[in-house]
């Protein structure tokens, strides 16, 4: 079935850059997506891209495709305090189906 | 806009008892998803709705869980007999067309 991994842990200095790793098995995968979830709360949208596409600039996130390792990556620059969150990577097969959810990568952000 | 919202936020019941969640999507979203979440993990799909009709079901959604969304409009999430392993964050989104999901706050769902 499908599968979606991340790395569990991520820790960066504020101002540095964060890269959180994603990696699929479906390759049938056409739409992928970012969200971040605050402690207790809901996810919250960041970005996504289409398989057709190799990169998304979205202000301080940029989001790589590499299709044929079907990796995906995202890329917080300036990273502060405010980014501390878990970042989940999803993917799914047409816009309107049901995602499929990595474990989400816990980003710590050290002043 | 208003968003996804979910009522309650949190729920603690005795085990056996039934609960009962809501879920009111965007506006003029015709998608609604129900999703689990559990510590550590990330979110697993539960069903989903295009305006009335389910669409489909996942098999951890056992004949304990049923949801309805009898108008098109808002759904509920309904558990019978509720055991200790149905704790959880469950979590609604919503969609229009082939769009991206919008999550709602979830429900936390305690059993004692």
């Known amino acids: 079935g499908e599968d979606v991994e991340q790395s569990l842990f991520l820790s960066v200095r504020e101002g540095d850059s964060s890269v959180i790793n994603c990696t699929y098995t479906?390759?049938?995968?056409?739409?992928l997506y970012w969200y971040k979830q605050e402690p207790g709360a809901g996810l919250q949208l960041l970005t996504y891209?289409?398989?057709?596409?190799d990169m998304k600039q979205d202000q301080r996130l940029t989001v790589l495709l590499n299709k044929k390792d079907k990796h995906l990556s995202l890329r917080i620059a300036d990273t502060q305090t405010g980014d501390s969150a878990i970042y989940f990577c999803?993917?799914?097969?047409?816009?309107?189906?049901?995602?499929?959810f990595g474990k989400g990568t816990r980003l710590s952000v050290i002043a | 806009d208003t968003g996804v919202s979910q009522n309650p936020r949190h729920k603690i019941t005795k085990r056996g008892q039934n609960v009962t969640f809501r879920c009111d999507p965007i506006?003029?979203?015709?998608?609604l998803y129900w999703y689990r979440q559990t510590l550590g993990q990330g979110p697993e799909f539960l069903t989903y709705?295009?305006?009335?009709?389910?669409?489909?079901k996942s098999r951890l959604l056992s004949d304990r869980f049923s949801a309805e969304r009898p108008k098109g409009s808002f759904s509920t999430l309904e558990i019978q007999r509720t055991e200790q392993g149905d704790s959880a964050m469950y979590l609604c989104?919503?969609?229009?067309?082939?769009?991206?999901?919008?999550f709602g706050p979830g429900t936390r769902l305690t059993v004692l």
């Open positions: 989104a919503s969609s229009r067309g082939i769009n991206e999901q919008f």
């Open positions: 479906d390759s049938s995968s056409t739409y």
């Open positions: 891209i289409f398989s057709n596409m």
């Open positions: 999803a993917e799914t097969s047409s816009g309107n189906t049901p995602l499929v």
């Open positions: 506006s003029e979203h015709n998608r």
């Open positions: 709705f295009q305006n009335e009709a389910q669409l489909e």
